[in-house]
């Protein structure tokens, strides 16, 4: 072809364009303003679909929810109840201060007040159970340092319901604490890894419904206790009892096979777990902070709704002990059916999208969870509260761990959780608070007084506007966030050195044969 047959450069063709714009600027002034403008709303779509896309995608097709439960094999199905269990213990012994600490308080001489300092040493602590039981487990595995941790629980139940004084007790509480830290993360990441990954929604539901299972139980057993008039000393006797019984279970817990396939592959691309942590710091800092800043909102969507709520019921609107025991259970249950039933939905339609309309409609709830006209009425407001506040909970396990790097899903969930516990660790402190600052008044504008002639807390309005501002800020923080929705975890063994994704079992195949290449080279020659 000749020089004068060549096409043009790119280059060129810029320059006779350049050229063309000066000849004819109307004409390319209006073309490109059209241009642009279509350029600028088609980015504008774009962005609206993609935030639209990593909210709420078409649902997957749903499995049965009880062909979920009963097609688990022997092994998964006693891996999940030993994690279910450990946690219901948790709740069982954690709640057994709180609903017993006036008893204690009589006990030992001292006013309530001193006694719940007992519960805040035990939030002050779980973060350091949380690490190093979650160290241990990503460097030992999940089975052993499950099995020290519920030992500890059952010797510092036992303990608890012998001690002399209130020093003796809330020093055996400060060692609960390390040990309730360790217990959630790595019972969560134990049950998740077992099982098959189109059940994960339901079971993080279902795990994390341990908790109100164990307070709905504490209420019982407490009841019971008191009813018979016999000592507070019994409830954590009771809980020693199933501890033993939960150190059985977990005996026949096997070791998790993620776990192991994690280890052997630090072992082939020479690995250690220090190499390990500073690839994951590395990659995903701004992520671990990001799981701390929602733990956070997500606790204080707990405790924000729960810890002051019968106090509000005895205090504020004058009910008796029974009504609260009763709508103590109720909301419970409630908690238990909307933690198991998002999340199952969190599996097809995404946590993100679950944990937003959980968060909405708490939010929309409030009204009638505080200021409905009778007792009835309020337990059917506590019940669909705790529904959806819990129901935004039941995706947390399954979100927390698939948000976690790979090589650390032992220690990331559980330090997360444990790091946002301590953060709303004030919650019922700050209504309280407020609420003796502005407390309830007549229709003339006098104080209304109790029996003892004492100032009655607007326990109420400072609830409704505290879970208020807590629902506005977890949503924006959950749409802010980002979701990895059924990740497979044997498919996510160690991190990458790039930052872009993660190890699988093939990139280790691969790595293995190029290793046995290069011993073969090495013995030729």
Not at 190 to 195: G, N, R
Not at 198 to 227: D, H, K, P, W
Request: with cysteine.
């Amino acid at each position: 072809m000749s020089k004068s047959e060549e096409k043009p450069t790119d280059a060129q063709i810029e320059r006779v364009e350049s050229v063309h714009s000066r000849d004819s600027p109307a004409v390319n002034d209006d073309l490109s303003f059209k241009e642009f403008s279509d350029k600028e709303e088609h980015k504008k779509k774009n962005i609206f679909i993609r935030f639209k896309d990593s909210i709420y995608s078409k649902p997957e097709k749903r499995q049965n929810a009880w062909h979920l439960l009963t097609n688990l094999t022997n092994t998964q199905r006693i891996t999940f109840a030993a994690a279910f269990f450990g946690w219901t213990l948790d709740a069982f012994d954690f709640f057994s201060v709180s609903l017993s600490a006036t008893r204690i308080a009589e006990d030992f001489g001292v006013q309530p007040s001193d006694v719940t300092s007992a519960i805040t040493t035990t939030l002050m602590l779980r973060p350091i159970g949380a690490l190093i039981f979650g160290a241990l487990a990503d460097k030992y595995g999940r089975r052993w340092p499950l099995m020290i941790d519920i030992v500890l629980f059952s010797v510092i139940n036992m303990a608890s319901g012998f001690a002399p004084n209130l020093q003796t007790f809330i020093g055996l509480r400060a060692v609960f604490g390390i040990a309730m830290g360790g217990e959630w993360g790595l019972g969560a990441s134990l049950a998740l890894e077992a099982l098959p990954v189109e059940a994960r929604g339901l079971f993080s539901g279902i795990y994390q419904e341990g908790y109100a299972c164990g307070f709905l139980l504490a209420t019982l057993v407490n009841y019971a206790v008191v009813e018979t008039g016999s000592s507070w000393r019994i409830l954590f006797w009771v809980g020693a009892g199933f501890a033993i019984l939960a150190v059985i279970i977990r005996i026949w817990v096997p070791e998790s096979e993620t776990f192991e396939e994690q280890k052997r592959t630090r072992k082939i691309l020479g690995r250690s777990l220090w190499t390990e942590t500073k690839l994951a710091v590395r990659n995903h800092w701004l992520r671990m902070i990001y799981m701390v800043v929602l733990m956070a909102f997500m606790n204080f969507f707990s405790h924000g709704s729960q810890d002051l709520y019968p106090t509000f019921l005895l205090k504020s609107l004058g009910y008796t002990p029974t009504q609260q025991t009763v709508t103590n259970v109720i909301m419970n249950i409630g908690a238990i059916c909307g933690g198991t039933i998002f999340g199952y939905l969190s599996n097809y339609f995404g946590r993100r999208l679950i944990l937003c309309v959980c968060a909405i409609c708490a939010g929309a709830f409030i009204p009638l969870w505080i200021y409905a006209p009778n007792i009835h009425a309020l337990q059917f407001g506590a019940f669909v509260m705790q529904f959806f506040v819990q129901g935004g909970w039941g995706v947390i396990p399954a979100h927390i761990n698939e948000l976690a790097p790979a090589a650390f899903r032992g220690l990331i969930p559980g330090l997360a959780y444990q790091l946002g516990n301590l953060i709303s660790a004030a919650s019922s402190q700050i209504e309280a608070t407020i609420g003796e600052r502005y407390p309830l008044k007549n229709g003339d504008g006098s104080l209304k007084l109790d029996a003892h002639g004492k100032a009655i807390p607007d326990y109420g309005l400072t609830q409704a506007i505290f879970m208020g501002c807590v629902c506005g800020g977890l949503l924006i923080t959950t749409l802010i966030g980002k979701e990895e929705r059924n990740k497979d975890f044997k498919e996510n063994l160690a991190e990458d050195q790039t930052g872009h994704g993660a190890i699988g079992p093939a990139d280790v195949k691969a790595n293995e044969i190029e290793q046995g290449h290069d011993r073969t080279s090495e013995d030729s020659t």
